[in-house]
């Protein structure tokens, strides 16, 4: 079977979460999707074959779209959806569990590994994809576990399941592009520079995405080495970070988690 260069499109829904449509020639798998109407309207227009859903949490703005594109499946193709999902949290029509250390191909030469990433929600997952066409980079895509310069609140899980998870994510290759879920980078790089003033590539990286946002472009996918120098989540082990969450907290922090624990509840009083 012959390889065809993917494409990846970014669809933009409600007031700022993505949708991800993942391409190769004439058919398309979509993660997390929020709002069938967009995704539909792009099916149409490419007249893509919908082969499948990937999701990585339970919230509606994550599944809301699951039943019609489900419904639309079986009247315009003729055929039901593959729908995988966590196997901790209820999936709307989910057809396939996913667990850590699950691995299965989307297309020829593109294949995904899941990640358990728990911490936004008890049973959250990401999606790591590799892929063999054209030595592409690979892809991350984590729903609301790890954004551009932030991370996801913590809903359901603990600080320690949080660091964990994005522990887990911070080994992958330097390159992986993130491709998380919502439009939040300049709110959360407004935070990283109250957490870390001095932070020269911080600085640089505010600079370039508000140009971003003033003209219309997402932000968003950034890549794992450059969340690695500016997203103070991923950063609690510097003691620059100590320190700053030290003085919000009060008190002395020894372990990292405590650390990343005090930079959260920072994040979340943060205006």
């Excluded at 003209?215 to 500016?230: C, D, R, S, W, Y």
């Amino acid at each position: 079977m012959k390889d065809f260069p993917l494409q990846f499109i970014q669809i933009p829904a409600f007031t700022d979460n993505y949708i991800w449509m993942i391409v190769s020639k004439d058919s398309a798998w979509v993660v997390d999707p929020g709002d069938s109407a967009v995704v539909i309207d792009i099916l149409k227009d490419k007249k893509l074959r919908l082969e499948g859903l990937l999701i990585t949490h339970h919230h509606k703005d994550h599944v809301g779209g699951i039943a019609d594109l489900s419904e639309w499946a079986l009247t315009n193709q003729d055929s039901s959806l593959r729908i995988i999902g966590p196997i901790n949290e209820e999936i709307p029509l989910r057809t396939e569990v996913a667990l850590e250390g699950d691995q299965f191909t989307l297309f020829a030469g593109v294949n995904v590994s899941v990640f358990e990433v728990p911490g936004h929600t008890k049973g959250h997952i990401a999606y790591f994809l590799s892929q063999t066409i054209n030595n592409d980079v690979p892809r991350v895509f984590c729903g609301d576990t790890l954004f551009a310069g932030g991370c996801g609140r913590l809903f359901e899980g603990s600080p320690a399941q949080m660091s964990n998870s994005l522990h887990k994510l911070m080994l992958l290759p330097g390159e992986t592009l993130i491709c998380c879920a919502h439009e939040y980078t300049l709110s959360n790089l407004k935070f990283a520079k109250a957490v870390d003033p001095h932070n020269a590539d911080l600085i640089n990286w505010i600079t370039k995405a508000q140009g971003l946002r003033d003209a219309g472009i997402p932000t968003v996918p950034t890549n794992l080495a450059l969340e690695m120098k500016v997203n103070p989540f991923l950063r609690c082990s510097e003691e620059a970070l100590r320190e700053a969450a030290e003085s919000f907290s009060g008190g002395a922090l020894v372990e990292e988690v405590d650390v990343f624990a005090a930079i959260r509840a920072w994040k979340d009083v943060f205006k």
